[in-house]
């Protein structure tokens, strides 16, 4: 009877010291899921659940129930999280919630965007050209905003210069004039993702 | 908007029903029927497309409508699969369900396409489909058109196609629907699989305990609002293990037909699928009495995945991933196994067990039921081992990939644990809910079988 006072009684406290925890921010991210975890197991084990022993049923009952409550209350703070940014951009078009996400994701304007959309056809081919190791993630994303425009990368010429403002390096005319490209699109900026359609003629070369 | 979408549900799961009642018509509790047929649809209709495409045939935007014609006619001709009584949910379980579904499909319906890979990778991949018409375009078959993955699987740009073809155009957030539906059809399948063995609320909390997972709703990198391909693997692979279960309960050769569809709809999925389907065929030969049959059934898993692998290997892929070679190099060259092994280990030890905001405790509670489980007979044996063996390619994945150098990304273990899932939920409602005199149920009527096959 006092070993299951005693299991009770610490459970109790690791529970609700686990449960506290959640309120509070690292460094105790990592304490509090098995304290409420191990708590409730032990709570468990002094109730006998209608066992007079701990069984892995119990057990695992327990931890499922303990599980779909720590669900709840994470759902209730992400749903409140949610409903806050839906306030917020509720007079925002879709289109205008894309580019809030692009500017805050990559630094990409919804305005180069769009202004690159309605200078090229959509039938044409398209020159990626960038040379920060940051921006190829920007032109690799740049490539579904294209759609439906055909959009081509070039990784053997020397570096294209773009941070700098000097010349570009561009792939041989055979190479351009098999894909039918006119058009490049220059990735440049601090982050390189400020994106500008040019016409391939009025690239400087190098 | 709102048309398109419902359409091309109706169509798959049309399609769907008329492929369970052709390959296993057992009865089944309506809510898991449902599940399974928008599975076996989205699987069948899609690799169907594909082998059309590789023949040839132009992906004209009507094309989706045509396809499901036929099934569609059979359907209303002759009548869906069989239906099975119904047990009840449970109210504190539907609730629950409904509280954790809510925020993943507000997410799809109002955030912009998140989800780096859903944009750079399947949504290049869609607009390539929809825009040149075929698998072997330009754009899968140059690689000067594509930064990475030129040769990754198609399942997902082919669904998304489809409701392309539907809606009418290609709409960004139109094609969010198919992951709120596969959630929908996960949480189906392990309340199905539950329902027709154990009695009580279990099932309903089971199937509601996978659906709190906050990975699936709270993680921007993964979950289901961010248009990833885990999401449909794990409602495949859900799919696949009520199947399994149901093959080591009666060893009768409907969940084979159903095991070979789901398995390669697994594979099509991505390319870790293939591993758990291999991983699930492998398991069902140690335990099946009747070994060939299930060398058979991994024979028709092969024949409908050939020809995409045959495919794929004949697109240079654009960054060569030689993971053999990696992970010889990490493991045996670099003696990484203790300098990045074990803090890969630690890693991904936190990431199950020590954030309740990513994974809450469901992996405490499969913890203290996978042993349990293992008595209990050979289906939930069979979901802890493809669990567990399940973690352990993953981990070596990551290992081998070379992700075990740098900080695993924060959301990669829990989205490669989504597979899991399932089979881990399933495992827990055996074990917890109270034996009952119900299990099996008797597969020609669905009513509660003779208690003598009840796994414990």
Not at chain 1, 140 to 146: G, H, K, V
């Amino acid at each position: 009877m006092r070993v299951r006072a005693a299991l009770a009684v610490l459970g109790g406290l690791l529970a609700l010291g686990g449960a506290l925890l959640f309120a509070v921010p690292s460094p105790f991210d990592d304490v509090r899921s098995p304290a409420v975890a191990g708590g409730l197991a032990l709570l468990a084990l002094a109730a006998g659940c209608g066992d007079s022993r701990l069984s892995p049923r119990n057990l695992a009952g327990t931890l499922l129930l303990a599980s779909l409550l720590t669900s709840v209350l994470v759902t209730a703070g992400e749903g409140v999280a949610f409903l806050r940014q839906v306030r917020t951009q509720a007079a925002m078009s879709p289109t205008q919630r894309r580019d809030a996400f692009l500017e805050y994701s990559v630094g990409m304007r919804g305005s180069d965007l769009a202004e690159i959309q309605r200078t090229i056809p959509e039938d044409a081919s398209v020159l990626i050209l960038w040379n920060s190791r940051r921006n190829g993630y920007v032109a690799q994303l740049l490539t579904y905003y294209l759609r439906p425009r055909r959009v081509y990368f070039w990784r053997g010429g020397p570096a294209f210069h773009l941070l700098d403002g000097r010349a570009v390096g561009l792939p041989d005319e055979a190479w351009l004039r098999s894909r039918g490209i006119r058009w490049a699109v220059l990735l440049q900026g601090r982050l390189g993702s400020r994106a500008r359609a040019v016409p391939l003629d009025e690239v400087p070369r190098l | 908007m709102v048309l398109g979408p419902l359409l091309w549900l109706l169509a798959t799961l049309a399609t769907g029903d008329r492929l369970l009642a052709w390959l296993d018509p057992r009865p089944r509790p309506a809510w898991y029927r449902l599940s399974l047929a928008f599975l076996l649809g989205l699987a069948g209709s899609t690799l169907l497309a594909f082998w059309l495409g590789l023949a040839g045939v132009p992906l004209k935007p009507w094309l989706p409508a045509v396809l499901a014609l036929p099934f569609v006619a059979l359907t209303l001709a002759k009548g869906g699969s069989p239906a099975g009584p119904s047990p009840a949910v449970g109210r504190l379980a539907l609730l629950l369900l409904a509280l954790f579904l809510a925020l993943p499909v507000a997410r799809s319906l109002w955030e912009p396409l998140k989800g780096w890979d859903a944009r750079t990778l399947y949504g290049v991949y869609t607009a390539n489909l929809v825009h040149e018409e075929s698998v072997r375009g330009e754009g899968f078959s140059d690689p000067t058109r594509a930064l990475s993955h030129a040769n990754y699987p198609l399942l997902l740009p082919l669904a998304q196609w489809q409701l392309a073809g539907w809606i009418g155009r290609m709409e960004d957030q139109a094609v969010m629907v198919l992951f709120p539906l596969c959630e929908v059809a996960l949480l189906g399948c392990v309340w199905g699989a539950l329902a027709g063995r154990v009695e009580g609320p279990w099932p309903g909390l089971a199937a509601a305990c996978a659906a709190g997972v906050p990975f699936l709703y709270a993680v921007p990198d993964g979950g289901v609002a961010s248009g990833y391909a885990d999401v449909p693997l794990a409602a495949l692979t859900a799919a696949f293990c009520a199947a399994a279960w149901d093959w080591l309960d009666d060893e009768a050769d409907g969940p084979l037909r159903l095991l070979a569809l789901l398995g390669a709809g697994m594979a099509f999925t991505k390319r870790g699928g293939l591993l758990v389907a291999l991983t699930g065929f492998a398991l069902l030969l140690v335990f099946s009495r009747r070994r060939g049959a299930v060398v058979a059934a991994a024979a028709g898993f092969a024949a409908l995945l050939a020809p995409w692998w045959l495919h794929q290997r004949a697109l240079t892929p654009v960054a060569p991933q030689n993971y053999a070679a990696r992970l010889y190099t990490v493991a045996v060259q670099r003696g990484g196994l203790a300098t990045e092994g074990l803090p890969l280990l630690g890693r991904v030890l936190r990431q199950t067990f020590l954030l309740p905001g990513q994974q809450a405790l469901f992996w405490w509670a499969f913890a203290a039921a996978a042993p349990s489980a293992l008595r209990l007979g050979r289906g939930p044996r069979f979901l802890v081992l493809l669990t567990l063996l399940t973690a352990v390619s993953v981990y070596l994945f990551l290992l081998r990939s070379g992700q075990a150098a740098e900080a695993v990304n924060e959301y990669s273990w829990g989205r490669y644990m989504l597979p899991m899932l399932a089979p881990a939920a399933m495992a827990l409602g055996a074990v917890v809910s109270p034996p009952g005199p119900c299990c099996p149920r008797d597969p020609a009527s669905g009513s509660p079988g003779d208690p003598a096959g009840c796994p414990r």
